[in-house]
């Protein structure tokens, strides 16, 4: 078996893919061999100049990833006009640039939930499902397009925060799915992006933050980097400044660690101290015990 999953000849559909990483991705992956399928709310001319640009190796569907009709038909589409689909990046999302207590209203929170986080599990349900009834059983991939800001408490920009957080745990949730379906996450740090540069908060932020900025291309990258990594199921990768390719936090794995050096620090203190759990917990698992033999 071939140590690297090869992305020549595999079919990735890129949601966002009209955007500044959406972009770099698509022109990295046709680079490496794929055929790509934009998947954008932003319509540009049917797709026939990109069809045209990139000498039929990509495709363009309009797909609002807040609608499961347009998600179904996108994946519809892919596999009517490439025969296959192995590759899904969720990649679409809003940014909420000011601060949820001072400006958002319902409508931008639901937004924001709904783009950045519903629209991406829904995606990847719907993916899943098309994988496990592929005739040709096929294995697909899963990149979510996460973010830094997922990985640590991010003031001024809440909701964005907490749908990237939500979508890294979606990520490490879905590591079971493997071989069949691999899922993997990028954590980038500020790219450089139109988006970013206008940012008031990055300008205002000094020269520190401005070497840690990574570029389209090495999120792109990095995100075929980890298509091709066999090993990467469940696992988020951070990237920012030089070590943007190279960097791999296993977020996941580290707080798992320290979860269990406390919990077994806590059973530790409560032997120590001769403490019990809860009189009304271990006569409520008594009931349940008796319940068990009265069954059997
Ligand atoms: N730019 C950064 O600094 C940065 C940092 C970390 C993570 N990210 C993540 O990278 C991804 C791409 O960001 P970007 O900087 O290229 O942003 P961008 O705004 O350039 O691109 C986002 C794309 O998503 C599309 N989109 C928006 N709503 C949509 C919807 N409902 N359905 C389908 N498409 C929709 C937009 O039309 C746009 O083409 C995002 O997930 C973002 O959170 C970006």
């Known amino acids: 078996m071939p140590a690297e999953y090869s992305v020549s000849g595999k079919v990735a559909l890129i949601t966002g893919a009209l955007g500044a990483i959406g972009t770099a991705i698509a022109q990295k992956l046709l680079t490496n061999g794929a055929k790509v399928v934009f998947a954008d709310i932003r319509d540009v001319n ?54 949820l207590y001072r400006t958002e209203t319902f409508a931008a929170i639901q937004m924001g939930i709904d783009v950045n986080l519903r629209g991406p599990i829904e995606f990847s349900r719907q993916f899943v499902q098309y994988i496990w009834e592929d005739k040709a059983n096929r294995s697909g991939v899963i990149i979510n397009m996460a973010s830094m800001s997922g990985c640590m408490p991010t003031r001024g920009i809440e909701v964005y925060a907490a749908t990237k957080s939500a979508l890294l745990n979606f990520t490490h949730a879905s590591k079971s799915l493997a071989p069949a379906v691999r899922v993997s996450a990028l954590a980038p740090y500020y790219v450089d992006t139109p988006a970013v540069n206008q ?28 298509i091709q990594d066999k090993k ?55 009931a349940l015990t008796r319940d068990e033999k009265k069954t059997k």
């Open 46 to 99: 049917e797709g026939t100049e990109l069809v045209a640009k990139y000498n039929n190796n990509a495709c363009y569907v309009h797909c609002d990833v807040r609608s499961s009709e347009d998600i179904a038909n996108a994946l519809r589409h892919a596999v009517a006009t490439f025969g296959r689909l192995d590759i899904l990046v969720n990649n679409a999302a809003v940014f909420t640039v000011e601060s």
């Open 199 to 226: 940012s008031k908060g990055l300008a205002k932020s000094g020269i520190i933050k401005h070497q840690l900025v990574v570029s389209t291309e090495q999120v792109a990258e990095a995100t075929v980097r980890t």
């Open 232 to 286: 990467s199921a469940g696992k988020a990768y951070v990237l920012i400044g030089n070590w943007a390719v190279r960097a791999n936090l296993f977020i996941y794995e580290f707080s798992f660690i320290a979860i269990m050096v406390v919990a077994f620090f806590s059973l530790f203190v409560a032997k120590v101290k001769g403490i019990g759990p809860p009189p009304e917990f271990v006569q409520s698992q008594d």
